[in-house]
């Protein structure tokens, strides 16, 4: 008696095509994108989902949780300070205090929860999919997302001429890590700068993350480490406090747009524009 | 011309921030009417808001080492961004700099013009960390106070600007730590009390002696004193601002005499 149902190899290879398929169809006009799927995406794509909003994580590579999985020096502790030990309570992830208000748990533990916890809240991820460019709609403003196959991406133009697809959104969520990837591309079109690191007056800047965190371009908002390249803010110590808090706050900011109609770029509300876009 | 009424302004993010107690010493001490309004740009309603929040973001210091020349264009984040403070000013800013002068003249320019007058103290206070370029070492330095019309007393530059004790940073750079480090708190743990911190309860008696300072400079002229034990003291150390200001909290014999002819109704400079 064999232990598995049959199916057939057609079947198998239909289950999967109709099962993408089905939900690329859904994401090819979503509320929110969120590019890179480390802790502060993941952390914002949670949110958001628990909240009822559509939301597509686009991950470039075949793992999702970017940095989360390691802490520093390819140790797999993770340190966060207070209150961002408070989200490990809510996805259901053991710590353990190390010294007063610093907290450590296994970065494997803490990273697949918090994934588990994301798709739980019902948010979509899709991996192996890299962003190539953004999509541009009136006044400028950032209305999807370009992407293709990492794959694709990975191989000598020559050999690869695959063209890329595009999803609508209302809203971008950076959260490429110090590339910053989507604030990049609107730097190419002179539409934005990246500051880069550097030159700013910090002693918080665990704190200046996150305060920084929030729309930075009309349609776009930065969460996690493309925070500090945006704005200029030094890198951190290995610790990953506030990235969650980022991606919590970018959450946040989203849901304000999204109640209020996402704002469409300066002076479009005051020319009677729609602020909401169309679906 | 005589000084008929001080107006400070409140900070929503420093939660230790008396402005009462502030106002009713100024008021003790100088004899001048001295009330609390709004924090400056709530007071003092802007018409377009993304401009005022562009205009500021235009002041934030990207490069320590050289003047300020505003970006240009402006990246369309930092407007956003401060966009974000002035709906939220209960929000601390966290990190940035700002040129110091350029930030007063903003604040300057939304004066009314009843009010744009000598006659009249303001003195903002903010959260946000203003900075001036000194050409002596040709970088820009973080201020707890900018003097002027208005003052600014930035209550970041009060934990900020003036320098910890010596031994605070050698053991910082020892440790290799930066402030994202847990071992940051750990280490200030150990020169706690030696300088003010965030949500300080010292601030509000700090905050008396900078106020003062902002009012004296425009009936006087004279930014500072040069007695270590007067409020009006000029300190670059934590240690040196904590005594004048919490230790001793008193003017010196000279700055007396001013703000004892302040409240007799006598314009006079100190001598």
């Given at each position: 008696m064999p232990i598995f149902q049959p199916a057939s190899e057609k079947e198998v290879t239909r289950?999967?095509?109709?099962?993408?398929?089905?939900?690329?169809?859904?994401?090819?006009?979503?509320?929110?994108?969120?590019?890179?799927?480390?802790?502060?995406?993941?952390?914002?794509?949670?949110?958001?989902?628990?909240?009822?909003?559509?939301?597509?994580?686009?991950?470039?590579?075949?793992?999702?949780?970017?940095?989360?999985?390691?802490?520093?020096?390819?140790?797999?502790?993770?340190?966060?300070?207070?209150?961002?030990?408070?989200?490990?309570?809510?996805?259901?992830?053991?710590?353990?205090?190390?010294?007063?208000?610093?907290?450590?748990?296994?970065?494997?533990?803490?990273?697949?929860?918090?994934?588990?916890?994301?798709?739980?809240?019902?948010?979509?991820?899709?991996?192996?999919?890299?962003?190539?460019?953004?999509?541009?709609?009136e006044d400028n403003r950032v209305g999807g997302v370009v992407i293709n196959w990492t794959p694709v991406q990975a191989l000598p133009h020559e050999i690869t001429c695959v063209d890329p697809i595009a999803l609508e959104c209302d809203l971008v969520i950076d959260a490429t890590g110090h590339d910053a990837l989507v604030i990049q591309s609107l730097e190419k079109r002179g539409l934005a700068k990246r500051i880069g690191e550097g030159g700013m007056w910090i002693e918080r800047s665990e704190d200046a993350v996150v305060e920084h965190t929030g729309l930075a371009y009309p349609g776009v908002i930065v969460a996690g480490m493309a925070v500090c390249s945006t704005y200029g803010l030094p890198r951190m110590g290995p610790t990953f406090g506030a990235m969650l808090l980022s991606g919590r706050r970018a959450a946040e900011e989203a849901l304000k747009m999204l109640k209020k109609g996402v704002p469409a770029a300066k002076g479009a509300e005051a020319k009677g524009k729609p602020v909401a876009r169309k679906r | 011309m005589d000084l008929r009424r001080v107006y400070l302004y409140k900070d929503p993010s420093a939660a230790t921030l008396d402005l009462a107690a502030v106002a009713a010493h100024v008021r003790q001490v100088l004899g001048v009417p001295t009330s609390v309004r709004k924090e400056f740009l709530r007071h003092h309603p802007v018409a377009d808001l993304d401009e005022t929040a562009a205009r500021i973001a235009a002041t934030r210091v990207t490069d320590l080492s050289r003047p300020l020349v505003p970006m240009d264009p402006l990246p369309p984040a930092l407007a956003l961004f401060e966009r974000r403070l002035l709906e939220t000013s209960e929000r601390r800013v966290p990190g940035v700099l700002y040129d110091g002068f350029r930030l007063q003249g903003i604040l300057r320019s939304v004066l009314p013009r009843a009010e744009r007058t000598l006659a009249v103290a303001h003195v903002a206070f903010t959260?946000?960390?203003?900075?001036?370029?000194?050409?002596?070492?040709?970088?820009?330095?973080?201020?707890?106070?900018?003097?002027?019309?208005?003052?600014?007393?930035?209550?970041?530059g009060l934990v900020e600007a003036p320098a910890k004790p010596r031994g605070f940073y050698a053991a910082k750079r020892s440790l290799r730590i930066d402030s994202a480090d847990a071992r940051y708190e750990a280490l200030k743990q150990e020169y706690a009390g030696r300088f003010l911190d965030w949500d300080d309860p010292r601030l509000t008696q700090v905050a008396k002696g900078y106020a003062l300072q902002a009012v004296l400079h425009q009936v006087t002229g004279e930014p500072f004193c040069d007695d270590a034990d007067c409020v009006l003291f000029n300190a670059h150390w934590q240690e040196e601002m904590l005594h004048a200001q919490v230790e001793s909290g008193l003017l010196c014999a000279r700055h007396r005499k001013v703000a004892e002819a302040l409240r007799g109704g006598r314009r006079t400079r100190p001598r």
């Open positions: 289950a999967i095509l109709s099962g993408f398929a089905k939900d690329l169809d859904r994401y090819a006009d979503t509320e929110v994108v969120v590019i890179g799927g480390g802790p502060s995406g993941l952390m914002a794509a949670r949110d958001l989902a628990k909240h009822g909003v559509e939301v597509v994580v686009i991950e470039r590579n075949n793992y999702i949780g970017g940095g989360f999985w390691i802490g520093g020096f390819l140790m797999n502790t993770i340190t966060l300070r207070a209150p961002a030990q408070k989200v490990l309570d809510e996805i259901g992830c053991p710590y353990e205090e190390f010294s007063k208000g610093l907290f450590v748990t296994p970065g494997p533990h803490a990273c697949s929860k918090l994934i588990a916890a994301t798709m739980d809240a019902g948010a979509k991820i899709q991996n192996m999919t890299s962003f190539e460019d953004i999509v541009i709609r | 959260s946000r960390l203003p900075g001036t370029f000194d050409d002596a070492d040709r970088r820009y330095h973080a201020r707890a106070v900018v003097l002027g019309f208005p003052s600014i007393v930035s209550t970041s």
